[in-house]
């Protein structure tokens, strides 16, 4: 998951889910990783109805979809997410229409067991991520002072 490295260099990633069943689980895995969920699926028609415009301004570094075939799909979260270059993941059965997301998982989404497995492997990349991210910051720092010595 090298783009979860590179998405976390800005420090904004959105979980986002669509399915109640699975909220808690998204919910919990964004939080344990210090990052943002969107997960009330009450909502998600809203996301055909809703100005994107501040996708534009205040930008995830990448969107993480739970359940990109499920009717009650954020494709237009989508579609603007590739009109304002933030990119997307998003966990794939075969036989879905990958054009919208700009890194696919192939898996099973429709099994709760499957949404826990990536979702916990997302927030332990981002973990790591931002462990990588923290070690370089800190060795480019201590090159800069050995420099001025």
């Known amino acids: 998951f090298s783009c979860l490295q590179d998405s976390v260099q800005g420090g904004r990633i959105l979980f986002v889910n669509n399915r109640a069943d699975y909220a808690d689980i998204v919910q919990e895995c964004s939080e344990s990783c210090g990052q943002q969920s969107y997960t009330d699926s009450s909502l998600v028609p809203w996301f055909a109805e809703q100005d994107f415009s501040w996708l534009n301004k205040s930008k995830p570094d990448l969107v ?66 931002c462990c990588l991210q923290r070690d370089m910051m800190k060795k480019s720092k201590t090159q800069r002072q050995s420099d001025f010595s």
């Open 64 to 129: 993480i979809c739970s359940s990109v075939n499920h009717p009650r799909s954020p494709t237009a979260l989508l579609l603007h997410c590739n009109k304002y270059l933030v990119p997307s993941i998003g966990i794939l059965d075969s036989d879905v229409d990958a054009t919208h997301l700009t890194y696919v998982v192939p898996g099973n989404d429709d099994s709760t067991q499957s949404v826990v497995l990536y979702h916990k492997i997302f927030a332990r990349a981002v973990l790591r991520a």
